[in-house]
């Protein structure tokens, strides 16, 4: 792939050993995230500080008139305004996943730490490793049963970045190096924003040089444009994956939204799509996603942040997805969300 880059750029000075890096669009070279290495974990303590009472209480009108020069320059707080009632580009909610500490020197200010040490920040961070070990699990699975040369679609809706597909292939990787070497892997981000695509890709190109934790791999990346609300084009491609590879074998095909549609997106939306997936898929294919919780600190994170987020929690979610034809599989849980793998009844 080809990068371009704008004319002004803030190169990354104080790179970490071990860990890649790859210019956003914007110019701003990030590191790659990778939840395995030391660099990208959540400190206990910090998570502990940001659940304290009061935390995200929303501030008051003085208050947030008093922040105003503060967040002025933050990208960050951009991210984050820019989620008002929406939702953050996928670039920007990636930014957000990065860790305090790893925030560059050329670009951020003192608030952008304090911002990423905050609960939401620390909690998208969780949900991140939480839904890649998920995804990891369902990817191994799939190698075991299909053997060398095995196929492999991952598509990824709402993905931006697309960073939970790309730690689950590192996962795998060192976990059954065997089974992952010679597969045949195609990642498609099913995505409006083209930016957050666009970093993905030269993320996974920054992953796939020499000695990085994907070398060597036959992995392929495209990005669709795709709005949740409309499934056809995401049923036809599923026909298509059925009939190119129908002489191969059965592929394997991985559908994961992180922080995605599970958490924006309308009830009938949801419904269409593992609807969708149930008819056009394999019948091992597996959804993984994120579901808001109802309760708690994620009431007052949404109220603070004025997000669209639907905060449904898992009952009514599984009530959704069980008349769609599905059954949770697996799950994890992270302070604001419920990590979850589908599969079909």
Known sequence: MSVTYRATTIPERNKKPGVRYAFSPDG??????????????????????????????????????????????????????????????????????????NLGDGWAKKIDRAIASSLPCLS????????????????????????????????NIAGGPSSDTL??????????????????????VLDLDGDGPEFGARSLAALMTE?????????????????????????????????GDSRGGDPGVVIASEGGLFEYASDEAILATLEAVRVGAPRDAVVVGTIGKATGPALSVNEATGTAARLRGLEAFLGVARSAGWEPAASADCPLSHCLVLRML
């Open 211 to 243: 000695g990085g934790p994907l070398a060597g791999l036959l992995i392929r990346v495209e990005r669709r444009a795709y709005d949740w609300n409309d499934v056809r084009p995401l049923a036809e491609r599923l026909r298509s994956i059925a009939d």
């Open 124 to 155: 998208a961070r969780m949900r991140l490793e939480a839904t890649a070990r998920l995804e990891a699990d369902a990817l191994i699975a799939m190698m075991a049963t299909r053997g060398p040369g095995a196929r492999l679609h991952l598509l």
């Open 28 to 101: 701003i070279e990030l590191p790659v995230i990778d939840v395995d290495h030391p660099a990208f974990c959540v400190d206990p303590a910090a998570l502990i500080a940001a659940t304290r009472p009061g935390a995200m209480r929303k501030p008051s009108r003085i208050q947030t008139m008093l922040m105003r020069p503060m967040l002025r320059g933050s990208m960050l707080a951009r991210a984050i305004s820019g989620a008002g009632g929406g939702y953050a580009s996928g670039l920007g909610t990636y930014m957000l996943k990065l860790g305090p500490d």
């Open 167 to 188: 730690n689950a292939l590192m996962m795998a990787r060192r976990r059954e190096p065997g089974l992952v070497e010679g597969a045949d892997i195609g990642v498609e």
